[in-house]
């Protein structure tokens, strides 16, 4: 009797459509972080930082009071990340944004509490000695052909020596209500009286509706311009995280007293920069010469001008942030901004800046930023000496700056 060879093995049965499914996303998942790892890479390590620190503090780091103090303790750090990652990305540094800081929080000083001119006028006038301060490095970089490191290192040693000139060596305070508000108050309570803070909860509903509104729009742009964009599932799975993080945040801060005044401020230097950057056309000047000088100048972009400009403005926001970081502290001190010039180039390149220009985004300076942030903070919870806190941000940096080499020479190869 014979045997019929030709008879098939039944196929194994097939795995549950649950199973697939999730094998497929998680494939989608890995595949999308490969492709997208310079932009994802800081968010995913944020993410990792905090969740660390929530469990080694019992919680304490994501309880709603602290979650406000981080903002306050880094607004004038994050001010800065956002100047400091445009001037890399022009291919340039900025040493003197510490000193900067100090100096206008002194003229703030004596301007308010020495000759009682009103605070609005004030800040409006230390805004624009910032942005001459800014001016006249941008000329001597743009113009005279002078190293930026070099013209920036002087104004380091220049402005810090004027703040010990205007304050006579002195600390100098207290400043005005309305501008101490401005650095240390909160938004006011509307509506019924709830658990939360409903201008807060309305303002996070309104940030998380933009930010779908804004990945669909740079998504379908990509898409019009044949650009590689996520998958559909993974694109919904980052819109469902981004939704969550914000709401999370939201809730945190609506918990306590609702959002900061400095918040406000952050995230319209975040929009207002953000886009500029993304779809103004100095936006794409400074991307441009930060990338690639001798093509930018064969393409008609006035680099001089450009730079120039990335240079006031960066004065204007050293202003900016000495302002706030003197009405939070209620005093000009002659020792203030020691080190925020590293906080904020640090910043900047673990957000994602390189050393050789023209790449970063504005959003990765703020993620930089809040990467140091919770460091200090969950580092201070835990009891970590200050010694060993500067080891482990010096590792950090070090680990910024490897990965974005290591990722380099893995797209040349």
């Known amino acids: 009797m014979s045997t019929d060879v030709t008879a098939k093995t039944p196929a194994p049965a097939p795995a549950g459509k649950s199973g697939a499914a999730a094998d497929g996303l998680l494939r989608l ?95 409006l006038i230390c805004l624009a000695m910032g942005a001459t301060a800014g001016a006249a490095q941008g000329f ?3 113009y005279a052909g002078m190293p930026s490191f070099i013209v920036t290192l002087a104004g380091m040693l220049i402005f810090r020596g004027l703040t010990e000139v205007f304050l006579e060596g002195q600390t100098l305070g207290p400043f005005p209500e309305g501008l101490q508000k401005t650095a240390n108050g909160f938004l ?35 898409s019009e311009y044949y650009l590689e964009v996520l998958p559909a599932k993974l694109f919904a799975v980052k819109l469902a995280a981004l939704s969550a993080a914000v709401l999370t945040f939201t809730m945190l801060l609506a918990s306590y007293k609702g959002a900061p005044v400095v918040l406000l401020i952050l995230g319209v230097l975040l929009v207002g920069f953000g886009y500029i950057m993304r779809n103004g056309v100095i936006g794409r000047h400074v991307y441009a010469i930060g990338g690639n000088l001798p093509a930018a100048k064969l393409s008609g972009v006035k680099d001089k001008k450009v730079t120039f400009l990335v240079f006031v403005n960066m004065g204007m926001l050293a202003a900016l942030a000495g302002l706030v970081f003197a009405a939070r502290f209620n005093a000009a001190s002659p020792k203030a ?14 957000g994602g800046a390189s050393m050789s220009g023209g790449v970063g985004t504005v959003l990765g300076a703020i993620i930089g930023g809040l990467v140091l942030g919770v460091l200090n903070n969950g580092m201070n919870l835990v009891g970590v000496g200050t010694d060993w806190q500067q080891v482990i941000k010096g ?3 070090l680990a910024a700056v490897g990965f974005d080499v290591w990722n380099k020479r893995k797209v040349g190869s």
């Open 29 to 123: 998942l890995v595949d999308g972080l490969r492709s997208n790892m310079r932009q994802y890479g800081m968010l995913i390590a944020l993410g990792v930082i905090v969740a660390l620190f929530a469990v080694w503090t019992d919680g304490d780091l994501l309880l709603p009071r602290n979650v406000s103090n981080l903002v306050l303790q880094n607004s004038y750090i994050l001010i800065l990340a956002i100047g400091m990652m445009i001037v890399i990305i022009a291919g340039h540094i900025d040493l003197s944004v510490g000193s900067i800081t100090a100096f206008i929080g002194g003229v703030a000083a004596v301007l308010m509490v020495k000759n009682d001119i009103p605070w609005p006028l004030a800040v």
């Open 140 to 142: 001597l970089i743009a």
């Open 337 to 350: 901004g020691l080190n925020f010039e590293l906080e904020a180039i640090a910043a900047s390149f673990i």
């Open 395 to 397: 590792l950090v940096l």
């Open 188 to 222: 006011p309570e509307i509506g019924p009286s709830t658990n939360y803070h409903n201008l807060t909860l309305l303002l996070g509903l309104a940030l998380c509706g933009f930010v779908i509104l804004q990945e669909v729009r740079d998504r379908k742009r990509q």
